[in-house]
T-cell receptor
Framework: DGGITQSPKYLFRKEGQNVTLSCEQN?????MYWYRQDPGQGLRLIYY???????QKGDIAEGYSVSREKKESFPLTVTSAQKNPTAFYLC?????????????FGAGTRLSVL | DQQVKQNSPSLSVQEGRISILNCDYT??????FLWYKKYPAEGPTFLIS?????DKNEDGRFTVFLNKSAKHLSLHIVPSQPGDSAVYFC?????????FGQGTELSVKP
């Protein structure tokens, strides 16, 4: 089945700890994205990547880091510098960053702080 | 400063009636708009889209209307069904990114 797989579904972070959220797609999409959703708010863009080995900051990149070593993988690291990491994290991909830009989403990872 | 706004956090309608979800935007350079539907603890799924050169796009029970002069778009669902109960997000395409509104939670009551 083609799609986007995010893991784990639930993740807990201790103070001062870095954690990495996984996102894999087998849709052969060029572009991948990471969003954060907080209660009552829309999706806010953290980072996005249009091509392997290249990525750009979104609106709320501080405290996060990404890599894009393979076309199908776009992991997100939530660093200890992110002081309010508790949120629902969504990964998405699209064929290319065109005006149509229909993005397809994974099921999300819920991150909580212990 | 929010460029895409959904001013109604929630909407409740009776099954079989029309649901109208609204979205306003501020940037006249947006040239493509999308609606997504999201169930709790799941990722959003694409529903319908519209280019700025059109004023209407229809797909089954879903119709999106675009009023460029008012910088306003709306999603009509007719007839509404209980399975339509979800959070609906509008989004505007800007270059390689989507800018999302805050979402409207639709509840369709039997």
């Amino acid at each position: 089945d083609g799609g986007i797989t995010q893991s784990p579904k639930y993740l807990f972070r201790k103070e001062g700890q870095n954690v990495t959220l996984s996102c894999e797609q087998n849709l052969n999409h060029d572009a991948m994205y990471w969003y954060r959703q907080d209660p009552g708010q829309g999706l806010r863009l953290i980072y996005y990547s249009q091509i392997v080995n290249d990525f750009q900051k979104g609106d709320i990149a501080e405290g996060y880091s990404v890599s894009r070593e393979k076309k199908e993988s776009f992991p997100l690291t939530v660093t200890s510098a992110q002081k309010n990491p508790t949120a629902f994290y969504l990964c998405a991909s699209s064929i290319m960053t065109t005006a149509k830009n229909i993005q397809y989403f994974g099921a999300g990872t819920r991150l909580s702080v212990l | 400063d929010q460029q895409v706004k959904q001013n109604s956090p929630s909407l409740s309608v009776q099954e079989g009636r029309i649901s109208i979800l609204n979205c306003d935007y501020t940037n006249s350079m947006f040239d493509y708009f999308l609606w997504y539907k999201k169930y709790p603890a799941e990722g959003p799924t694409f529903l319908i889209s519209i280019s700025s050169i059109k004023d209407k796009n229809e797909d089954g029970r879903f119709t999106v209307f675009l009023n460029k002069s008012a910088k306003h778009l709306s999603l009509h669902i007719v007839p509404s069904q209980p399975g339509d109960s979800a959070v609906y997000f509008c989004a505007a395409a800007e270059g390689g990114k989507l800018i999302f509104g805050q979402g409207t939670e639709l509840s369709v009551k039997p």
